[in-house]
């Protein structure tokens, strides 16, 4: 064995945290070791990892193991000394589980999702696997266009999977008694709704995405683990609700978590309580897309802060809109340090917020920053995209006249500070703008310069995201088969940690790319005709086609959608029969 | 003994919030739970014991605040003893601590051990301030034991205190010997008689 001390961080690798759960082995029916592609900080802040260790260690016989991507001194430090990648809570070799689930949070860890495989010494190819091997399993968002990764998994899983996950382990278990071979299992649990294996596709069926219709009635864990080290969200997390009532075009959470589904205040108030007496975290956060579109915020708030204060315990209210009661509120859970706002208005021109059904005018985002003067914030953050579909100069030039605003609201003598950030529109599966094209790197850097240049105010600061990644992603996201084996070739290349700057490496995608006969920067900022097939036509995630179309056009004649509480648009998840859309009839 | 000193303390409070234990709070900007531990602990050194000053708003049977903090304190801490002071001079009265030191040593040990200590002064480099520093008046006395392990009685505390990794720099500076560390473990913090 070597020295863990001779690793950074060696806590990420230990485990013992409070509230792990360890289970015998042996006593075990089946063995399930959750894989989240990147380092410890990042994965243990992941939600949805949390909620299915619980789910799975529910089981009273079987047993789940949370796996990380080792950080590169300990991956060497692994592979010279020939120590497999293991769990956590046993050290067991991640080979000796039976299933081995990643979750596919993000297109660019891919390549630690293969980098894993291989620290585990199992062939990252499907056809170089056998009857020793571990069922291979992902699931995800990502895993809404599973294609990219057909040659290395046994199974998908597509939607919410604390229901899903149970029928699988449980026909697995049935199977593994009988000593049911692998392709057995595989040909059977195909059947279940929501899964597809690749293996066995056939290719008429659709693969229905799965949810959970009443956030109320299933599992939550309020004894969540509680890690030593510093993770990026060092916090307790609510979940407020799942699915989004906004529908903007360009986001893909907006329409693969339809319909929206919330939890009861009530229910969340007594998950606070529960959640903070057996964490003991000094901060607890609600998680949703939008938490200000949650309908009964106000007894939230205040039921939450019942908890929280007589603990001194901090509240985390994210992406909440600004107006009088969210300052008011803020002001009540911030009592001392104010932190900046947040603003993400997307698009400059109120033009273009109309064609990405940004439902957001000038007047309003021009109050909430009156109501944030008058509440003392001084510092300001906004965030756009670069490269929206119909993008013209004017519109670019429009965000930094928008900052001019902001700036005249303070003054220009004040201490304001604002920043603008912009990252680059990346077009997504299950999105009105899939088959849109990403603009060309040549583009963005022209559209970059014109906007630093068209910023002049030295209270505006400018912060712009790299165009490189930009340019993976897209090429990865909407990737099929082939993308897949170009994937692999970067991994093979060395690629790993992408979305860690110090590590993204962009000349060995582009070859990766070519070596497979495909031009990386075509593939991302190719548009796609709206009568092609698409890689993920076979997935079925409620929102229609027909929908996605529709909401096309509209962009295009710059017209906006109501949100879900508003009018139903008939996107299609209403034959889901849950959440918003049947609250509203 | 993986864990940073500031990573124990949110360790500690964290267990004492699930004990509702009622912990007095610092003011200011920033409120904490009032509590003070004797001397951090190195990361990666082990340690046999340690004291904790927490300062509570109610007065707490001794025996009842240990047994409420064990059940939720993590695997691996273990309460030993409790007593009611009515005064936190912890930080000051850190005299002095034992460390054991298990090494593997390309020369002679023993050697190396007595060599160090017969020097006029060790000035070696802290990683974090300027100018080398002599160490030699903080350290009280060598235990040789085997060719692999030794422990040393050293100042410890606020008016000086001695890393226990800095004393193996030494020893590679002065006595040309490589030392891999394969443990410290801190085997007692010793305070100081009001």
Same mark, same amino acid.
């Given at each position: 064995m070597f020295d863990l001390m001779s690793v950074e961080k060696p806590a990420r690798y230990t485990g013992g945290e409070f509230n792990e759960i360890v289970k015998d082995h042996e006593k075990m029916l089946s063995s399930y070791a959750f894989c989240f592609p990147d380092?410890?900080?990042?994965?243990?802040?992941? #939600?949805?990892? /949390?909620?299915?260790?619980?789910?799975?260690?529910? /089981?009273?016989?079987?047993?789940?193991?949370?796996?990380?991507?080792?950080?590169?001194?300990?991956?060497e430090q692994m592979r010279s000394h020939k120590i497999p990648l293991f769990s956590l809570e046993t050290k067991k070799p991640v080979s000796d589980f039976d299933i081995v689930g990643f979750t596919l949070q993000y297109e660019m860890s891919y390549t630690n999702v293969l980098n894993m495989m291989d620290l585990s010494n199992i062939p990252i190819r499907r056809e170089d696997r056998n009857e020793t091997h571990p069922i291979i399993m992902a699931g995800g968002p990502c895993s809404v266009n599973p294609e990219t990764l057909y040659d290395i998994m046994d199974i998908f899983i597509i939607g919410e999977a604390e229901e899903v996950i149970n029928e699988v382990l449980d026909l697995f278990e049935l199977m593994k008694k009988d000593n049911s071979s692998r392709n057995d299992f595989l040909r059977k649990?195909?059947?279940?709704?929501?899964?597809?294996?690749?293996?066995?596709?056939?290719?008429?069926?659709?693969?229905? /995405? /799965?949810?959970?219709?009443?956030?109320?009635?299933?599992?939550?864990?309020t004894d969540s683990l509680v890690p030593y080290i510093n993770i990026i969200h060092d916090r307790a997390s609510l979940e407020l609700f799942r699915g989004c009532i906004r529908g903007c075009r360009f986001c893909q959470a907006g329409f693969i978590y339809r319909p929206v589904r919330e939890k009861k205040a009530q229910t969340l108030i007594d998950q606070t309580k529960d959640i903070l007496d057996k964490t003991g975290y000094d901060e607890i956060g609600m998680v949703s897309l939008s938490t200000?579109?949650? +309908?009964?915020?106000?007894? #939230?708030?205040?039921?939450?802060l019942e908890h929280t204060e007589k603990r001194m315990v901090?509240? +985390?209210?994210?992406?909440?809109?600004?107006?009088n009661f969210s300052i008011d509120l803020m002001k009540r859970i911030q009592k001392v340090r104010k932190s900046g706002l947040t603003f993400a208005p997307e698009a400059g021109s109120q033009r273009l917020r109309d064609v990405i059904n940004k439902n957001l005018t000038e007047e309003e985002i021009l109050n909430s920053v009156k109501v944030a003067k008058d509440g003392g914030y001084d510092s300001i953050k906004l965030y756009f995209m670069l490269g929206l579909p119909t993008e013209t100069d004017e519109d670019v030039l429009a965000i930094a006249e928008l900052g001019k605003k902001i700036l005249e609201i303070f003054g220009r003598k004040s201490r304001i500070n604002i920043t603008i950030s912009t990252s680059f529109f990346i077009p997504k599966p299950f999105t009105p703008f899939q088959w849109c094209a990403q603009i060309t790197k040549q583009e963005m850097v022209r559209r970059q310069r014109l906007l630093r240049d068209s910023i002049k105010e030295k209270k505006i600061k400018y912060n712009w995201h790299d165009f490189n990644t930009s340019i993976v992603e897209s090429a990865i996201s909407r990737g099929d088969r082939l993308t897949g084996k170009a994937i692999i070739r970067a991994w093979e290349k060395g690629c790993k940690f992408d979305s860690w700057n110090e590590f993204f490496d962009m000349d060995k995608w582009v070859g990766a790319f070519d070596e497979c006969g495909l031009d990386i920067y075509q593939q991302a900022s190719r548009e796609i005709p709206m009568d092609h097939l698409l890689p993920w036509d076979h997935i079925d995630i409620g929102v229609t086609k027909k929908f996605l179309k529709s909401e096309y056009k509209k962009a295009f004649s710059e017209k906006t959608t109501k949100n879900c509480k508003e009018e139903c648009a008939m996107c299609g998840i209403a034959k889901y029969k849950c959440g918003v859309c049947v609250e509203n009839n | 003994m993986y864990i940073s000193h500031i990573e124990m303390m949110n360790?500690?409070?964290?267990?004492?919030?699930?004990? %509702?234990?009622?912990?007095?709070?610092?003011?200011?900007?920033?409120?904490?739970?009032?509590? &003070?531990?004797?001397?951090?602990?190195? &990361?990666? &050194?082990?340690?046999?014991? %340690?004291?904790?000053?927490?300062?509570?708003? %109610?007065?707490?049977?001794?025996?009842?605040?240990?047994?409420?903090?064990?059940?939720?304190?993590?695997?691996?801490? %273990?309460?030993l003893e409790a007593n009611s002071v009515e005064k936190s001079t912890l930080m000051e009265d850190v005299g002095s601590a034992i460390y054991g030191y298990f090494v593997e040593c390309n020369k002679n040990l023993k050697e190396a051990l007595g060599k160090l200590i017969s020097l006029d002064k060790i000035e070696v480099e802290k990683s974090n301030k300027k100018g080398p520093v002599d160490i030699l008046p903080y350290i009280y006395k060598i235990d040789y034991k085997d060719e692999t392990s030794f422990s040393v009685l050293c100042k410890a505390g606020a008016k000086g205190n001695l890393h226990p990794r800095l004393l193996l720099k030494a020893l590679e500076k002065y006595t040309d010997c490589r030392i891999i560390e394969k443990s410290i473990n801190r085997n007692k913090l010793f305070l100081k008689v009001q």
């Open positions: 380092t410890y900080e990042v994965g243990m802040s992941h #939600l949805g990892m /949390r909620i299915l260790y619980h789910v799975i260690n529910n /089981r009273e016989k079987t047993v789940c193991e949370r796996v990380f991507a080792p950080w590169i001194d300990m991956e649990v195909n059947d279940i709704e929501g899964v597809y294996v690749p293996l066995f596709h056939n290719l008429k069926k659709k693969i229905k /995405r /799965r949810i959970i219709k009443d956030l109320d009635k299933v599992s939550f864990p200000s579109d949650y +309908s009964d915020l106000h007894t #939230l708030c205040d039921g939450m901090n509240l +985390s209210v994210p992406s909440m809109r600004i107006d | 360790a500690f409070t964290r267990a004492l919030r699930r004990a %509702e234990l009622d912990v007095v709070y610092t003011q200011g900007f920033n409120p904490g739970m009032k509590l &003070v531990f004797a001397l951090p602990l190195p &990361v990666g &050194v082990s340690s046999d014991s %340690e004291y904790v000053d927490i300062w509570f708003n %109610e007065d707490y049977i001794c025996q009842y605040a240990i047994n409420k903090l064990s059940q939720t304190l993590p695997a691996g801490f %273990e309460l």
